[in-house]
């Protein structure tokens, strides 16, 4: 089964999937290793991580891909890339669509704001008429290799036309080809509730703490309410973040490390994390 299948078939099924937001292959293998089935792509978190700049189209591309496919290549579950808002028009949309199917991810995102776009949790966006948004899903739709490639086509709607024009770009969505909507910046059980009941199809959320969401809700508790996947895309981000500043402080404090074993992965385990037992086995074989 593809990854693409498997992923598609995780969103299909009663139980609701879970998706930590990584960044790089670290976030990825720790997430794994923690018994996630699905990745998702942060855009935000990349962004920043990677180049240093805000969540406001500043990233191409062309480096959202590359920093896709070596999160790809390091976990062996479905990744699902963050292809903020196609990049540009539909033509644009479509490219982007095949250029992260050819880097291994397993699904995008896919934002119905306009250019520059911004996180789905702060005020001022702006999102696109409904009949160019749902075109350039549908440019999504037929741009992808494997009919399993999931395209989740988020709406950031509910700020601006409420939740009436949430369900109606969602099942416009879905008529275009859409695998799922994503619906950002939900702040209550009632307006998922509402979301769910009106859209016709699988329903995403995300949580960002400290962000619009209800970020007090368990995901059984989503799922109750018919969520089929709920993203995490601040959640690995701010907790590395918040240790590496506490590390920094303490050190500045102890004037040495020695006593931050409770913050540290072991040495070992860390070398192990990226893949120094194989290149050990590699050089046993080679180089005896």
Known sequence: MTAAATLKNLIQSPEIVVMPGVFDPFSARLAERAGF???QCSGAAISGVHFGRPDYSLISMEDMVACTARIVRSVHVPVMADGDNGFGNAVNTHYTVRAFEEAGAAGVNLEDQVTPKRCGHLDGKHILDVDEAAIKIRAAAEARADPDFVINARTDALAVEGIPGVIRRGNAYLAAG?????????TS???IRAAVAGIEG???VNVIEGGK???HLTFRELQDLGVARVSLPGALLMSALGGMRNALERIQADGGTADLDDLFLPFREAHDLIGMREIESLERRYLA
């Open 189 to 191: 059980r009632d307006e």
């Open 213 to 215: 969401s209800p970020h």
């Open 202 to 204: 699988p329903v995403a």
């Open 178 to 186: 859409a695998t799922m909507v994503f619906v950002e910046g939900v």
């Open 37 to 39: 089935s699905a990745l």
